[in-house]
């Protein structure tokens, strides 16, 4: 099986048009500057092109040198730093999904892995905080324009209906068409549910 996996890998890998979607550089002039030419916007770029050449999963990660780990100058990395590309590179990915019909059965997703404190620590900065954080959803079938769930005013804790990572989970699966009662059989025969989270109906057509 891992040699199946393998050969998939690398049958996807040395694919033309997967090679030429990872030529980002070279791009049209005008598409680099509308997705910026920082390493953010040419991987949302890249990540773009790989799904036009038929690569059914992409996940594309702010690297190290653009960390959102913002525990020190929060707000100056945000203004400065972190919100211009990520606001630029997004919306063009959007607008440009949209206007060719890719986003009515592509499904992209913001996130991170969980929210910043309420409170501002002694650096300037936010740190860790797993109780609330923000997720955008896009495409596949999700009503644009909607807000789900909400906080107390200082955006520290849920305020009436609350959401978790299974639930997350259950409503990707449910857009990809995969039944959340589906079993996988591990190697030693051990059946494991795909998903055991609720579907989050207001994100769903």
């Not at 807000?147 to 520290?156: E, L, N, R, S, Y």
């Amino acid at each position: 099986e891992l040699d199946a996996h393998r050969q998939q890998a690398v049958s996807v890998l040395t694919d033309p048009k997967v090679r030429r979607a990872f030529d980002v550089e070279r791009a049209d002039p005008k598409t680099l500057a509308r997705y910026g030419k920082n390493k953010f916007g040419l991987s949302v770029l890249m990540g773009k092109r790989l799904i036009e050449a038929g690569v059914n999963l992409v996940q594309v990660n702010l690297g190290k040198n653009s960390s959102w780990d913002t525990h020190r100058r929060n707000f100056v990395n945000l203004k400065d730093n972190l919100l211009p590309p990520y606001d630029k590179c997004i919306s063009a990915l959007l607008d440009d999904m949209s206007a060719s019909g890719q986003l009515d059965e592509t499904l992209v997703i913001v996130a991170g892995e969980f929210g910043r404190t309420p409170k501002i620590n002694t650096s300037a900065g936010r740190d860790h905080w797993p109780t609330a954080g923000p997720i955008c959803f896009a495409g596949a079938g999700t009503p644009p324009g909607r807000v789900i769930g909400k906080t107390d005013a200082t955006g520290a804790r849920p305020v009436g209906k609350e959401y978790y990572s299974e639930d997350i989970a259950a409503t990707i699966y449910a857009k990809l068409g995969i039944p959340l009662d589906t079993l996988h059989v591990t190697g030693d025969g051990r059946p494991v549910q795909v998903c055991d989270g609720n579907v989050i109906p207001e994100l769903m057509s």
